[in-house]
């Protein structure tokens, strides 16, 4: 069946600009996490969403990070006024019980 | 400081040597999680432990929770050229269950 998926692959962006990461989890995942790795780092939490319950947003680093997650499925991360130190890959992954199935990831680059 | 903690941050060892792993929590762990991420790709999920005392094996590849469920350990037997990645231990903790945070990784490289 069909895995995490992510859009765009790569996104070049100017300082300043808003930006719109896309994640599409697995049918039927209840979970959805957003992480951020950066070049030869491990992965840092940025929220989850539980089914029908409030996001842990306990992780976005600033208020210009924001993240939704529409019917239950679809999840976009939103960066505005986007700075240098943004750049990283953006992970989404997506959990049914325990293993949690990572998409391909963003590549954001701030210039 | 880290929820998790890794050491080492880096490995380089020979072809057939053993080597371990580990990843400590600065909080009682609900669950444990090893992925694998090979350079430039996505991460693969290696095992899971929960139990105190629980160890599980995946081919040349073990990881046990100790009882306290503070820390895990991964251990590689007989490393080969394929193993060489970055080994992220994942972790919930029992005061948050379903926050999946993760250390910061050890790269291991594998020389033929």
């Known amino acids: 069946g069909a895995g995490v998926s992510q859009s765009p692959s790569n996104k070049v962006t100017e300082k300043g600009k808003d930006v719109e990461l896309r994640c599409d989890p697995i049918?039927?995942?209840?979970?959805l996490y957003w992480y951020r790795q950066s070049l030869g780092q491990g992965l840092e939490f940025l929220i989850y969403?539980?089914?029908?319950?409030?996001?842990?947003k306990s992780g976005l680093p600033s208020d210009r990070f924001s993240a939704e997650r529409t019917g239950g499925s679809v999840s976009t991360l939103t960066i505005q006024r986007t700075q240098q130190e943004d750049s990283a890959v953006y992970l989404c992954?997506?959990?049914?019980?325990?293993?949690?199935?990572f998409g391909p990831g963003t590549r954001l680059t701030v210039t | 400081s880290q929820e998790l903690e890794q050491s080492p941050q880096s490995l380089i060892v020979q072809e057939g040597k053993n080597l371990t792993i580990n990843c400590t929590s600065s909080?009682?762990?609900?669950?444990l999680y090893w992925y694998k991420q090979k350079y430039g790709e996505g991460l693969i999920f290696l095992m899971m432990?929960?139990?105190?005392?629980e160890e599980k094996s995946h081919e040349k590849i073990t990881a046990k929770l100790d009882e306290k469920k503070q820390q895990s350990s991964l251990h590689i037997t007989a490393s080969q050229p394929s193993h060489a990645g970055i080994y992220l231990c994942?972790?919930?903790?029992?005061?948050?269950?379903?926050?999946?945070?993760f250390g910061p990784g050890t790269s291991l490289s594998v020389i033929p």
């Open positions: 992954a997506s959990r049914d019980s325990y293993e949690q199935y």
């Open positions: 049918s039927g995942h209840t979970a």
């Open positions: 969403f539980q089914g029908n319950s409030a996001p842990d």
């Open positions: 909080k009682t762990l609900y669950g």
């Open positions: 432990l929960q139990k105190g005392g």
């Open positions: 994942g972790a919930e903790m029992k005061t948050s269950y379903d926050k999946v945070i």
